[in-house]
Structures are given as C-alpha cells and as structure tokens.
C-alpha cells in the first residue's frame, strides 16, 4: 500500500508539473520550415530504399505456423515493425513526442541516457495522430506504385525498409502539431475563436495556402528528380523534371508529388485541425 501512495503521488506531481510548465519558446515559423524541409530529403531517399526491392507480396500475406497452417491475424512486415518498435521504445525512441509508434508499448524502462525533452506541445492535444490512415495509405496506395512486380526473397531488408518510410511519413505528418501550435500561437484571437465554435471548415480554411503547398510539391518532384539518378563522371546531370521520363529515375519523381499532393499535405492538415480542436481542453 505504501509503494502505491507513492506512486501516485509521483504521477500526480508530474501531471501537475505538466500542467504549469509553459511550452518551450523555441519554437519557430522558421524551425517549423527548416524541419519540414529537411524530413523531404529524408523521405526521398526512404523512398528510393525501398524501391531497391520488388514487391515481395509474400512479406504482406498473412502468415502460417506449423504443420496444421494455423493462421495468424499478422503478416511478416507487421510482426517485424512491432517487434522492431518494441526495442526502439525500450531504447527511448519515443520519449520525443516527435515520434510516434505504430503499435502502443508499455515499457517500463530505457536503456536510452536520460534526457529532458523541451515540451512544445500543448498537453492535452499532444498525442494527436493519424498514424492508421498512414499505415493504410503506405501498404494500400504507394507502396504497389513504388514497388515493381516481383519476388527476391529478401524479406527481411525489405519490410526494413519499409519500416524507414513510415516512420518519416509518420514523423513528417504528425508534426503537424508543431504546425498547428506555432500558428496558434501567431494568432491566438482568430483560432481561439474558431476553436470555440468548433468550426472545422474555417481552420481549415485558415491554415490552408495553396500557393505554398504547390512550392512544397513542386520541391519535393524536383529533389527526387536530383536525388534519384545514377550519376556518373561523364558530365553534368539532367535535372529537368519536364524533359525526363520516369523511368530514368530510381523512383518515378510524379509518385513523390502525387504523395504529397493527395495524402502528406492533407493529412497533415488533418492532425493540425484536431490538434487546435483540443488546444484549449
């Protein structure tokens, strides 16, 4: 019983801790910028991982044990990905709120250094995320248009890979919230506002610059265009997305602006909206 007191004395000590601190001032429109346009270049060449390997259907079929098949309800990539985020929790990769797990872990300690993370987030809309529409988009939508047809049995490097673009999809997406906090905090009247009518239509209206995204798409087609040719010694490289066909590239640089345009961009305007939906809880 003694044990139990403290214990919950402890977590109320911190909860009230994280009531009072305020956010850090670090963040920035400018860091806000500098960070997304840094996670493309790492969400190119994730992409150009992956399209290394063919498809490998057999990695995403649900799998068979023993001698009576008994049927499990996961495939090998799922298995690989939890098990692979379960050392990476217990090695501290998610005391940053910048990463989020695709499965929930309950781990009980760290190997990982001990480090006091900035908290920049608001509390209560912290752990916004769309981790699942993202886990669905990859292995439904992109994935059979980055992977060619095919079969190598490198299973293993494969879902690897695969576990690299969802966790900078993941990280890209949902920090959003940042996103979302830094504008808040630019204009806290008008969102305050809109927050309180619950208007969904209006912050999204508000958060959206069209003639921004269309920089960030055209960007992002063009690094994959850079990023993803065979160089040689022989003279300068093409860098022309509209003289190029896609099949010079290591991966198609239209399916990298198709990623942004129909689902990083959108989805991150999602987690933005239900992260100010739950800035004033």
């Known amino acids: ?67 009576g098949g008994r049927r ?51 509390s209560a809309a912290a752990f916004v995320n769309v981790n699942d529409a993202i886990w669905s988009m990859y292995f439904n939508e992109l994935l059979p248009m980055l992977a060619k047809n095919g079969d190598d049995g490198n299973y293993a490097v494969t879902v690897d890979s695969d576990l690299a673009c969802l966790q900078v999809l993941s990280r890209r997406i949902n920090y959003g919230r940042y996103v979302a ?34 920089v960030v798409k055209r960007r992002v087609e063009k690094k994959t265009t850079v990023f993803g040719q065979s160089i040689t010694s022989d003279g300068p490289i093409e860098t022309g997305v509209s003289n190029s066909s896609g099949t010079n590239f290591k991966v198609d640089p239209s399916v990298v602006y198709k990623l942004y345009d129909k689902w990083v961009i959108p989805l991150t305007k999602q987690v933005e909206v239900e992260y100010l939906l739950h800035r004033l809880d």
């Open 1 to 67: 019983m003694a044990a139990r007191a403290i214990y919950t004395a402890v977590v109320c000590t911190a909860a009230l801790l994280l009531a009072v601190v305020p956010p850090s001032a670090g963040l920035s429109l400018d860091t806000v910028r500098e960070f997304l346009t840094r996670e493309e270049d790492t969400i190119v060449f994730s992409l150009i991982e992956r399209a290394r390997y063919p498809l490998n259907r057999p990695a995403y079929d649900p799998i068979h044990l023993g001698d």
């Open 72 to 122: 499990l309800n996961a495939s090998f990539a799922e298995l690989f990905i939890r098990e692979s985020e379960a050392v990476q929790s217990k090695a501290g990769r998610y005391q940053s709120l910048q990463e989020i797990p695709f499965f929930a872990y309950r781990i009980p300690f760290t190997l990982a250094p001990p480090y006091n993370f900035t908290r920049e987030l608001y």
């Open 181 to 214: 906090e830094v504008k808040f905090r630019g204009d806290q009247q008008t969102y305050t506002s809109l927050i309180q009518a619950k208007d969904r239509d209006a912050l999204m209206k508000l958060l959206t610059s069209e003639a921004q995204e269309d």
